[in-house]
């Protein structure tokens, strides 16, 4: 069980380690190449209730009142290459993640190519000072908060088939699933970074990173890059977990060449052994946007692009989530709630927001060393205050099998 959770934490961040790796390749010249991976499917069977008015990511496709697929969950495929050596005192790596999916689009019948996703390439240089990385990776903001979460190895919320957020990589319905992206925490995405990280194999890891800058709404200038930063604390006997994260980012508008200042900050702990863990997180921001960060994170209409930081909306999420392993047990219940909170900005006259809601709940069985068989159901619930009419609800129980390498 451990191995199989540190190995799904290396593909996401891109640490898997040539002991959880199956094939291991020692070169002549000293260096190491190593070939790791998960395959992972599910079938869902999704129903949906829904009243047309009500916006964010639970929209029934076509109008469709349920919905079955058999698709990736949340943690998408990975194929994952490392190369690593060390040259006088320095450790130098390079690493790449392919993430390929099993599902096309939604009711695509002629599928002639999944997505495959390039969602790593990175370089590493590294000693006893630490650790500068290089390349595309997942961002610092909200790491954490993913990779705590139960439903990172089943599908939690399915998302929308319609709109851009349906899927974490931007397809219409042939990527992963959302989990709790936009219903708990927001997605960090795999973005270009120069990151330096103190060494790890202590208590305290400190990251803090320059990244590739995002547009939000009418504000589309960045001058200067991205500041996002993490610092994870760990207990000697690993039973607990405390983390804390920001973000700060400066846009332009091009037309009015006003400013608006984006921050967020984000935390949680993680508490309990082997058998029993409590886990909570969260985050708050100004113009963060929800579901994707910077998604929403501003006001796009009227006189937008002219107020500065009156233009941009206030998000905040959380989840609340427990497991149990019983002793010398293959089977792992895990149960969670979480929601998202997207208000509307000052300018759009401080009135209005947008909820999404998640209660999930899965059993998670690890049939051999490497094979995974979950059995996941969720419930999500989408409104917006403004709106007086019902909300919107999908229920989406699942099964699936996933095999790590």
């Known amino acids: 069980m451990k191995r199989v959770a540190m190995l799904c934490m290396g593909l996401v961040l891109g640490a898997a380690t040539a002991a959880e790796a199956q094939l291991t ?3 002549s010249n000293g260096w190491s190449f190593t070939f790791a991976g998960n395959v992972n499917a599910f079938v869902t069977y999704e129903t949906f209730s829904e009243d047309g008015g009500t916006a964010g990511v639970i929209v029934p496709p076509g109008g469709a009142e349920n919905e079955t697929r058999i698709r990736t969950g949340l943690l998408p495929a990975f194929a994952v290459f490392d190369a690593k050596g060390k040259e006088g005192n320095t450790d130098l790596g390079v690493h790449f993640g392919f993430a390929p999916q099993i599902n096309c689009n939604t009711g695509v019948h002629d599928c002639f190519g999944a997505q495959i996703d390039m969602r790593q390439v990175f370089l590493t240089v590294g000693g006893t000072w630490g650790q500068v990385l290089a390349g595309r990776e997942l961002g610092l903001f909200g790491r954490q908060n993913i990779l ?5 190895f089943g599908i939690g919320a399915t998302g929308s088939a319609g709109l851009p957020s349906a ?18 925490y927001n997605y960090p995405q795999f973005k270009a970074q120069m990151t330096y990280s103190t060494a790890a194999g202590r208590p305290l890891q400190l990251s803090i990173g320059l990244f590739e800058a995002a547009s939000n709404g009418a504000y589309t200038k960045v001058e200067i890059p991205r500041l996002e930063a993490e610092a994870v604390w760990t207990s000697e006997n690993g039973n607990t977990k405390l983390w804390a994260g920001g973000l700060a980012q400066t846009n ?20 309990g052994g082997a058998r029993f863990s409590v886990v909570g997180s969260g985050f708050y921001g100004m113009g963060l946007g929800t579901t994707l960060n910077f998604l929403g994170g501003s006001c796009t209409g009227g006189t937008c692009g002219a107020n500065g930081s009156d233009d941009l909306r206030t998000s905040y999420g ?16 895990a149960a969670s709630y979480g929601s998202n909170f997207l208000e509307a900005s000052d300018t759009e006259g401080g009135e209005g927001k947008i909820e999404n809601n998640l209660i999930s709940g899965g059993l998670y069985i690890q049939s051999t060393k490497s094979l995974k068989v979950v059995i996941e159901a969720n419930y999500a619930t989408g409104k917006d205050d403004v709106d007086a009419t019902e909300d919107n609800s999908s229920f989406a129980p699942a099964f699936g099998l996933m095999l790590f390498f």
């Open 167 to 184: 899927d974490v990589d931007g397809g219409t319905g042939g990527g992963t699933t959302l989990g709790r992206i936009g219903f708990g």
């Open 148 to 152: 705590t979460d139960q439903t990172l």
């Open 252 to 271: 332009k508008s091009l037309v009015t060449d006003e400013s608006a200042s984006s921050y967020g900050l984000s935390g949680g702990a993680k508490v």
């Open 25 to 27: 390749m020692q070169m």
């Open 318 to 333: 959380f989840i609340g989530q427990a497991t149990f392993t019983p002793e010398n047990s293959k089977f792992t219940f």
